[in-house]
């Protein structure tokens, strides 16, 4: 039995905790090049979740407090049990669950863009770096911008709002940064912009590409006037509105800006590891418990993992430091 009756989750730093991304997998359609490296190496089947699995941890912690769930990866559409996972969490929303959100590359979107609706998904991100085909391909290896481009079509009928996710790369896509924000103007997306971060090995120097918010901003101020919104989706994003236009402009900079001191999140990996924080080793396995000890086993862990959550990621980029800041790879811990 889940007990109810345990206070809201609070860290020590008296933060309270009421956001939940789970990486619903490692493995991935595409191979981002600022995200993995070319050969992947993916965990055996057995160490990943079972969907019953994810899904009872889930209901275990939306009766701790949490309110807004994100389903990530790796790249959670390759899960085939994936709408039945959306639609068994779905069944909190309005009863305790504020929120259930996806972040896709959107490759399978388009088959399954009225499931996710029909679920109760109103919001999702979508990764897209790039509007040229040939760029696009070259960064994620191989992708087929079709197919994302008739995801994102298909998202719009189905009724789900899209905010596009751009992680800015000096000499790969800065130049095209004000294009996008006109384009998801256009079709009335928002766009939010992300700082390339130190996460995993990928077969590169990450300081050749690394492009700090703070210029990119500068260049869009010739063009657009650029104001700080209060509007917060409960994620890092601080948003700006755009002058002349209707896009929200959302800002993820965790190198330039740090955003912890009102960090409200933690993080479940595919493996059912508990992080609180994208940026350090330190974990909690319920994986193990949930196996040996079912539930009971998994509640006070919950109290652990909530006093190891640091006050402050260690990103930093810098010429000669590590190119990994922390060894895990986005996909693994979720992005
Ligand atoms: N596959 C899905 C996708 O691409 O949207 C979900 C998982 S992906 C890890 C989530 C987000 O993390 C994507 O927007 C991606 O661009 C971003 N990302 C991946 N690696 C990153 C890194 N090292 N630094 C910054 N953002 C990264
Ligand atoms: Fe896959 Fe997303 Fe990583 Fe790209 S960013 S390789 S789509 S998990």
């Known amino acids: 039995m889940v007990d109810l009756t345990r206070a809201p989750m609070t860290d020590g730093l008296g933060r309270r905790i009421d956001y939940l991304r789970i990486s619903v997998t490692d493995r991935c359609d595409l191979r981002c090049r600022y995200c993995m490296a070319e050969r992947m190496k993916f965990l055996p089947r057995n160490q990943v979740l079972t969907l019953e699995e994810i899904a009872l941890l889930a209901d275990l912690f939306i009766a701790r407090g949490i309110r807004k769930i994100r389903l990530t990866g790796g790249e959670p559409l390759v899960r085939r049990d994936l709408p039945d996972l959306v639609r068994r969490i779905g069944r909190h929303l309005g009863k305790g669950l504020d929120e259930l959100t996806l972040t896709t590359n959107g490759t399978r979107l388009a088959e399954n863009a009225d499931a996710l609706h029909d679920a109760g998904v109103r919001r999702i991100n979508v990764s897209l770096d790039s509007l040229l085909p040939e760029r696009f391909a070259h960064i994620t290896r191989g992708g087929d911008i079709s197919k994302v481009l008739q995801g994102l079509e298909a998202a719009h009928e189905a009724g789900l709002a899209v905010k596009i996710n751009m992680v800015a790369l000096k000499d ?52 657009h006037a650029l104001t700080p919104l209060p509007y917060r989706t409960g994620g890092p994003a601080r948003y ?30 595919c493996e059912g590891r508990i992080f609180m924080c994208l940026g350090h080793e330190d974990h909690v396995d319920f ?49």
């Open 172 to 223: 790969v896509n800065e130049n095209e940064i004000l294009p996008m924000l006109h384009w998801c103007n256009d079709r009335g997306f928002d766009l939010t912009l992300i700082e390339t971060m130190p996460l995993g090995d990928i077969d590169a120097d990450r300081m050749d590409h690394y492009l700090p918010l703070t210029q990119v901003t500068e260049h869009i101020r010739r063009h």
């Open 240 to 269: 700006h509105t755009v002058g002349g236009m209707s896009v929200r402009l959302g800002l993820i900079t965790p190198l330039t800006n740090n955003f912890c001191a009102d960090c409200n999140r933690m993080r479940m990996t």
């Open 287 to 335: 994986r193990a418990a949930l196996r040996e000890g079912g539930l009971e086993a998994v509640q006070p862990l919950i109290d652990r993992a909530l006093r190891l959550k640091p006050a402050r990621h260690d990103f930093h980029i810098a010429a000669g430091a590590p190119a990994a800041a922390v060894r895990r790879h986005m996909s693994v811990t979720g992005g």
